[in-house]
T-cell receptor, first 112, second 114 residues
Framework: GQQLNQSPQSMFIQEGEDVSMNCTSS?????WLWYKQDPGEGPVLLIALYKAGELTSNGRLTAQFGITRKDSFLNISASIPSDVGIYFC????????????FGQGTRLTINP | DVKVTQSSRYLVKRTGEKVFLECVQD?????MFWYRQDPGLGLRLIYF???????EKGDIPEGYSVSREKKERFSLILESASTNQTSMYLC?????????????FGPGTRLTVL
């Protein structure tokens, strides 16, 4: 099945650093979603983006829906230990599509 | 608060056993999904259901079947478990209102097949 190209696959950073990850695709998407998965848990929705160019923040997290509708990025500012986990992007190809296309995930590790 | 629950967090079964994974959501969602998650492969869709008694194959349906007899419950069945089905299984649900598909996930079931 189709997958999104998510990068980087893993990140090892120091506490307090900013983090940036992105997803790209050759297809146009109607909606972009960003999820976080804590170790041993299911993914939790962080941010949903509905319009090309949209920039949305949720605390220290900021995500953008690319203007071409083929990409999205997620930034985390001033990382803290609880940011550790796997971050997934997901896209909905068109409004009404029942399935999501997922990226392979970015595993974030933070050194205190 | 939206809630998706899965019947077991950890499960150990033997090769050849029939395995049932249960998922229940309390949000009156029309859509329900079963994924498996393996390191480096992300989330792969096994089956999904958009209504009671309706189901569609996902990307990796082989070796699995599903059942949806009630709107809130979606079951994944491994007819004859094999060691290559050892994985993390995630259930999700979403609403069809407005045409957007924000999926809400359960905590996952880590299945080991010996």
């Amino acid at each position: 099945g189709q997958q999104l190209n998510q990068s980087p696959q893993s990140m090892f950073i120091q506490e307090g650093e900013d983090v940036s990850m992105n997803c790209t695709s050759s297809s146009i998407f109607n909606t972009w979603l960003w999820y976080k998965q804590d170790p041993g848990e299911g993914p939790v929705l962080l941010i949903a983006l509905y319009k090309a160019g949209e920039l949305t923040s949720n605390g220290r997290l900021t995500a953008q829906f690319g203007i071409t509708r083929k990409d999205s990025f997620l930034n985390i500012s001033a990382s803290i230990p609880s940011d550790v986990g796997i971050y997934f992007c997901a896209g909905q190809l068109y409004q009404g599509a029942q399935k999501l296309v997922f990226g392979q995930g970015t595993r974030l590790t933070i050194n205190p | 608060d939206v809630k998706v629950t899965q019947s077991s967090r950890y499960l150990v079964k033997r090769t050849g056993e029939k395995v049932f994974l249960e998922c229940v959501q309390d949000m009156d969602h029309e859509n329900m999904f079963w994924y498996r998650q393996d390191p480096g492969l992300g989330l792969r869709l096994i089956y999904f259901s958009y209504d009671v008694k309706m189901k569609e194959k996902g990307d990796i349906p082989e070796g699995y079947s599903v059942s949806r007899e009630k709107k809130e419950r979606f079951s994944l069945i491994l007819e004859s478990a094999s060691t290559n089905q050892t994985s993390m299984y995630l259930c999700a649900s979403s609403s069809q209102i407005d045409g957007y598909n924000e999926q809400f996930f359960g905590p996952g079931t880590r299945l080991t097949v010996l």
